[in-house]
């Protein structure tokens, strides 16, 4: 147990793990006084809230401790970390503070990423502070270990924080850096996700999310929650993982395609899902995961399947602009570890043309670029076998759909297009893929009641920030990835 003025005889390890004793300013927090044993009544402040303003203010913040740095024996600097934002406190022994410098010491033995609690008076630097987000220090008065880090990080964070840029120029001095590899990073993801950049990327992911749901909504589409076990494969292919539900086979769902019809069918108009997607592709790249999150919709069509192409246009637009507009501090906080240009936003249409790789993608997004000035477009009318047996052929051409993609930076993002819609049809598409039509009875008899025209897309979220953000790998935006050689953590 510590206090003000420990014994003379008390050993360094006794300050490094001393509860607090009553009255004390100091010292491990009791795990008792963390099991919601009462309400205090105290105000914590958000540390991206302190500014000038606060000045002379006392407050009572808690974050991570990102550096722990001693001068000497009177005087200590903790930085506090919050989410996106980070805070100087100084720790400076003397009679008028009520530091003592036991405390500082205290203050010195916390182990970097320990929760802290730490109570002091706002106060002006001198000078501009260039470590840190806020632009005030906290004259600390009492400070709170709240749970202890383990001494040896598994990963630094300001390693993996690091630009290649400062690689580089590290490299050019002479000076070695340890390099974060994605592996590590991935192994210790919860440490990972603590980076500026990280923190900066799932708030983009959040907002993204957030804006398909508002615009839609918006435009009169209502938000379903479909099945996840369903009997048979929901997009054809072999990428379907197979389980046992009680006593039957069943997969886990592809996308809530045949759902989203079904609702179509119901006479919901348009819906649309953001729900986990699962594909048992066995593709180590770069922009292929086995879960993702899908972003889906599906709406009634009056006259053509353009009728989706436009509100797929207003809508990334709007998340565009939406990202520019209001998120420029997460931006500029991804773009400082992964420079990145600015997306050019307009859209435009190519003719026909087969199936694209992804070095085709690539070469296609750089011409269009060229030529039209834009990374954002949509390329329509694929061939009809490459595309999902629900496809509608096209009126006067059965070889050709009445399907689109839509491409960032010159890569996929979106599929889509009008459906079949006739139950004759749809069985013989299903038949021909190799579908047994048992499993997907239903789905097709919801077509004999009346069932209107219709269409509708899906994207990716983890891969439409990926683009967005200029990354160059789908895992930096996937918050656990799950790909054919991870299931941890």
């Known amino acids: 147990m510590s206090s003000e003025h420990p014994p003379a005889s008390a050993s360094t390890d006794e300050l490094e793990h001393s509860q607090v004793e009553e ?54 600097f903790v930085v506090l970390r919050d ?50 987000t806020q632009q005030v220090e906290i004259q600390v008065r009492k400070v709170y270990c709240i749970s202890r880090a383990i001494p040896t990080l598994p990963i630094n964070l300001e390693d993996a924080a690091r630009s290649e840029a400062e690689f580089e120029k590290a490299e050019q001095s002479g000076e070695k850096l340890a390099r974060v590899l994605q592996d590590t990073r991935l192994n210790y993801r919860v440490l990972d996700l603590r980076t500026p950049a990280n923190q900066a990327t799932f708030r983009i992911e959040s907002h993204v999310g957030g804006i398909f749901r508002d615009y839609l909504r918006s435009k009169n589409f209502i938000e379903i929650y479909s099945p996840k076990f369903i009997s048979g494969s929901s997009e054809g ?10 006593g039957k086979t069943a997969c886990l769902a592809q996308s809530p395609q045949l759902h989203k019809q079904m609702s179509i069918c119901a006479g919901f108009g348009r819906v649309f899902e953001v729900g986990p997607i699962f594909r048992a592709e066995n593709s180590n790249t770069h922009r292929h995961l086995c879960q993702f999150a899908g972003l889906d919709a599906e709406m009634e069509i009056k006259e053509h399947y353009f009728e989706v192409c436009d509100i797929i246009d207003d809508l990334f637009v709007a998340v565009f602009n939406y990202l520019n507009e209001n998120c420029k501090m997460e931006l500029e906080t991804i773009n400082k570890q992964y420079p990145f240009e600015p997306l050019k936003e307009a859209g435009t249409e190519i003719e026909p043309m087969g199936d694209l790789n992804t070095e085709a993608e690539k070469k296609l997004g750089r011409l269009v670029k060229e030529k039209y000035g834009t ?46 819609h006739k139950p004759d049809l749809l069985s013989k598409r299903a038949e021909e893929r190799g579908i047994d039509l048992s499993t997907i009875k239903s789905y097709i008899d919801s077509f004999r009641y009346g069932a209107p025209p219709h269409g509708g897309f899906g994207a990716g979220l983890e891969r439409v920030v990926m683009l967005f953000c200029g990354l160059d790998n789908i895992r930096k935006t996937s918050l656990f990835p799950r790909d054919p050689h991870r299931l941890e953590p």
């Open 23 to 76: 009255g004390s300013n100091y010292g491990d927090l009791p795990f008792e006084e963390l099991q919601s044993k009462a309400i205090s009544g105290r105000s914590w402040t958000d540390i991206g809230d302190l500014d000038e303003a606060a000045a002379g203010r006392s407050v009572l913040i808690r974050g991570f401790a990102q550096v722990v740095r001693n001068v000497g024996k009177k005087m200590t």
């Open 83 to 132: 989410c996106m934002s980070n805070v100087q406190c100084v720790l400076n022994a003397s009679a008028d503070t009520g530091v003592s410098t036991q405390m500082v010491r205290f203050a010195a033995s916390i182990s970097k990423e320990s929760v802290v609690d730490i109570e002091g008076v706002v106060s002006l630097p001198r000078k501009p502070l260039k470590a840190t």
């Open 237 to 246: 292919g072999a990428d379907v993982f197979e389980l046992q539900y009680n």
């Open 375 to 420: 990374e954002f477009f949509i390329l329509h009318r694929y061939p009809l076998a490459i595309r999902p047996f629900y496809t509608m052929p096209c009126y006067d051409d059965p070889a050709y759909s009445n399907s689109f993609d839509v491409f960032i930076r010159g890569e996929e993002i979106i599929s889509g297009g009008q459906r079949i």
